[in-house]
């Protein structure tokens, strides 16, 4: 086993929180233009690249010599110009010996602050670039490498968590479990661009800016990212002054939400703090109907209804400091804390017939959990960016803390029909369970633009993950007076380590009009898992030997035209890994219900995913159209694979195999439209053709299958700041082993409200028709089974959400009584 002693990465501070905020300056005149820009950037020789000092930096509005802000270089050569107003400037430098540089500089909305760059001062006039007004963004943007789908235009996810958020991003499913899967695989789940422990449900919706879906993720992300990488980027401030958000949420069924989000950013310091709270109860309904087989002759029938009740409250707070140490260095300091709890009770009705469906025996099962959880996550990253633009070094280390704990109690009832002088059979099972860890992750990146076309970027990567779980497992009947026996067979105590490390380099560059881009990626892994108290362990490593070395590099390519009238193509070619985890690997018995029981394979081994791509992105005015047709080819894909036990036909064990292989491929297109004005319209449509080959103990076994699903967005602006929504969702039936899935489909419908750009009011009834369903069917030799499962039902959600703040470069200088010279308009916007 491995055993960490030192993690020489990162200190991390415990800071305190800001003291004094409760004066406020005065809001202000909301008529005036805010004083919220700032220029900044430094001035060298352009002969002896010594910065210059005392040079005089002066911004005059633009056509007039009316001055707004000026400075001298300090000795270092940098300068800041703080406080600007929005509008066109000219920047004005000068200095004894060197010729005056002018030029026309725009400070806008969306990009409040502007690095100038090292400015050369020499005989010859240099010009800086003028910076662009955006307009503003939609609900969703297609590019030919990745989709991005901005979390806070949705109006029916307000409140919600991110599981909520993915039901509506283009091309990700979500299942009855709450995972998400893109293209019929399972992404990567990231949180600023790097992996998290959080599960999509522990994420408030209201902290996402946007999800970006990253279908072919290049080789500076993970080798373990043949799904696809839903990277989850977070709100951040980048508003001078302060600012928050207060919101409450109320529906029916029990759910209540809440959230306050305080901002606060004065350079070179930015501050934001926030809490959310997220609670509710889930009355859901579903079925299992079995036919056990013999020789193609009917044994018996199972049958079995569910009726399930679930509440769960998730609770998440979040400090987040950022911290200029000048123009080109900062430092960020990220915790988050989130805790939750589950209680579910799920009441199973069951019968079992003969073949001419007559009852042989009918009983009961209740099945009740409580459960909580707590994770704690702390990031450190250092920033680096130089005058050459795009140039940048990012240094980051994190730290994550999980623990769990669960109780389980399912009391059994079995009834016998054709006997019934004969006492009730009740048995009783108890699960105490347990599962803690540390997850510490390092990163280096590095990015180095050559020239205006070439680039080279590498980096580093550690990701050490130590976890321990323990479950206790006790019986009883009513035979033994109640008495709970220790179950040591289905009992267990594990530890496990797993450890990724890892180097990539990418350069890219163009040949004529085709842009390229070709990296290779190594890991070196080690997994280790061990059952602590039956003295069981398994473990793998890549490389172990020269002759497996291969299967540690992972390379990727990328190609890219465009062409006229706004047309690009794109085609990528990866390699990428799935390692089978703990569950899939430790040959232990876990109970799922009367009629299933699992236990995983120490005997699989890695899968290889080998991805293509050809994407093809058309620009025009009122929106654009992506379209991808993509092919995975899978080598030893880990499946799963079902039999009956020998013991007793209608009772199932699932395990896991390696496969010989599997082919998938698919089209997928992406519309985001605007056909008339306020009305934005985004469609996707998936197709794909699933071919599964699996072995097991009964043979080789070949599943194929075409399957597609669509989902789409319609929003519209109505007069008076109104504006309504309508998601809907629908995938048909899709291939597994040995069965198919069923349809599912569903319909979300919002109505927002904004009052005086300070006051949201949001009403959405989540599955308007109550139709979201998702089942599977099976049909082997040895049976046929149907099964349905509900994740929520239908449910109805109002929020309001109240924003305050005030735009202020100077906000804690005010207070001081002082003012910095050079200043721009010192009036705030309120908001």
């Known amino acids: 086993m491995f055993k960490t002693k030192t993690f020489p990465l990162l200190v991390f501070l415990t800071l305190g929180a800001v003291a004094g905020f409760a004066q406020m300056p005065n809001m202000g005149a909301g008529g005036k233009m805010p004083s919220i820009g700032r220029l900044y950037g430094k001035l060298v020789d352009a002969q002896t690249k010594e910065p210059v000092e005392f040079a005089s930096v002066a911004l005059f509005i633009y056509g007039k010599d009316s001055a707004v802000a000026g400075v001298l270089t300090k000795s270092n050569g940098d300068f800041s110009l703080d406080n600007l107003p929005v509008g066109g400037f000219k920047l004005r430098i000068q200095f004894l010996g060197y010729k005056t540089i002018e030029q026309k500089i725009f400070v806008n909305f969306a990009k409040l602050e502007q690095d100038l760059g090292d400015i050369k001062l020499v005989p010859d006039e240099t010009l800086l670039q003028e910076a662009t007004v955006t307009a503003e963004k939609s609900t969703v943007s297609l590019s030919i490498d990745k989709r991005v789908y901005n979390v806070d235009k949705d109006l029916s996810v307000r409140g919600g968590t991110a599981l909520d958020a993915m039901k509506n991003v283009p091309g990700v499913s979500v299942d009855a479990d709450g995972n998400a899967t893109l293209r019929n695989s399972s992404p990567q789940i990231y949180i600023d661009g790097r992996p998290t422990t959080l599960t999509l449900q522990q994420i408030p919706a209201d902290q996402i800016d946007r999800i970006e879906v990253i279908t072919n993720p290049s080789v500076k992300f993970e080798a373990a990212s043949s799904g696809g990488i839903l990277n989850i980027v977070m709100k951040k401030n980048t508003k001078p002054g302060y600012n928050g958000i207060i919101m409450g949420g109320i529906g029916n069924i029990d759910r209540y939400n809440g ?47 569910n009726k399930t009740r679930g509440q769960n409250t998730f609770q998440m707070g979040r400090l987040g400091i950022d911290y200029s140490i000048n123009n080109r260095n900062s430092i960020s300091f990220a915790q988050m804390a989130m805790m939750g709890a589950f209680k579910t009770s799920d009441f199973q009705e069951y019968e079992l017939l003969d073949p001419s469906q007559a009852l042989i025996s009918k009983g009961t099962q209740l ?157 070196q892994s080690y997994y280790s898992g061990e059952i602590l108290d039956k003295k069981t362990s398994f473990s793998y490593k890549y490389p172990s030997k020269p002759d497996n070395l291969l299967k540690s590099l992972f390379p990727g390519i990328y190609f890219s035209r465009k062409f006229k009238n706004n047309q690009e193509l794109q085609f990528n070619v990866s390699r990428k890994i799935e390692r089978p985890n703990f569950f899939q690997l430790m040959p232990f018995i876990m109970f799922a219900d009367k009629q299933n029981y699992r236990i995983g394979n120490p005997e699989l081994t890695p899968e290889f995913r080998n991805i293509a791509e050809t994407n093809y992105n058309k620009i025009f005015s009122k929106g654009n159209f992506l379209t991808s047709l993509y092919f995975r080819y899978i080598e030893t894909p880990i499946t799963n694979v079902a039999y009956p036990t020998a013991v007793d036909s209608s009772v199932l064990v699932n395990t896991f195999v390696n496969g010989k292989n599997s082919f998938n491929y698919g089209w997928e297109n992406n519309l985001k ?63 597994v082993i040995n069965g198919h899935t069923k349809p599912m489909y569903f319909l979300d419908f919002s109505v927002n409200k904004m009052i005086k750009r300070k006051l949201i009011i949001t009403a959405n009834v989540s599955d308007i028709f109550n139709s979201k369903r998702m089942g599977t069917t099976y049909e082997t030799a040895t049976y046929n089974q149907s099964l349905m499962r509900r994740r929520e039902a239908r449910f109805f959600k109002l929020n309001i959400t109240y924003m305050f703040g005030k735009m202020d470069a100077s906000i804690f200088k005010k207070r001081k009584g002082g003012n910095q010279m050079g200043g721009g308009n010192q009036d705030g916007l309120d908001f």
């Open 259 to 305: 959230m306050v989000n305080l901002n606060i950013k004065e350079n070179p310091w930015n501050f934001s703090l926030m809490y959310n709270y997220n609670t509710g109860t889930n009355l859901t309904t579903g079925y299992t109907d079995r036919v056990n087989l013999y020789n193609g002759a009917v044994v018996n029938y199972f049958n079995q209804d």
């Open 673 to 735: 439209i605007t056909p008339f004005k306020n009305f934005d319209v985004t469609l996707n449509v998936n197709a794909l053709y699933i071919i599964l080959k699996s072995t097991s103990q009964f043979g080789n076994t070949t599943t194929e299958g075409f399957t597609w699903n669509t989902k789409g967005t319609f929003s519209y602006k109505l007069p008076k700041d109104f504006t309504v929504q309508l998601n809907g969702n629908y995938e048909a039936p899709r291939v």
């Open 367 to 523: 099945n009740e959990s409580k459960a909580g959880f707590t994770n704690l996550n702390s990031q450190l990253t250092y920033r680096r960016t130089f005058p050459k633009p795009g140039k940048e070094l990012t240094i980051d280390g994190s730290f994550n803390f999980s623990d769990s704990k669960n109780n389980y109690l399912y009391t059994i009832s079995d009834y016998p029909y054709l006997y019934p002088t004969l006492p009730e059979n009740r048995n009783y099972q108890k699960n105490d369970g347990a599962s803690g860890g540390n997850m510490y992750t390092f990163q280096l990146d590095y990015v180095n633009p050559i020239n205006d076309t070439a680039k080279i970027e590498w980096g580093l990567r550690s990701n050490i993950k130590q976890s321990t779980s323990s479950n206790s497992t006790f019986v009883n009947n009513a035979f033994t007076n109640y008495v709970f026996e220790r179950d040591s067979f289905l009992s267990n105590n594990y530890a496990i380590d797993d450890i990724v490390n890892a180097a990539y380099i990418n350069y890219s560059n163009k040949i004529g009009k085709i842009g390229y881009q070709a990296g290779l990626r190594f890991e």
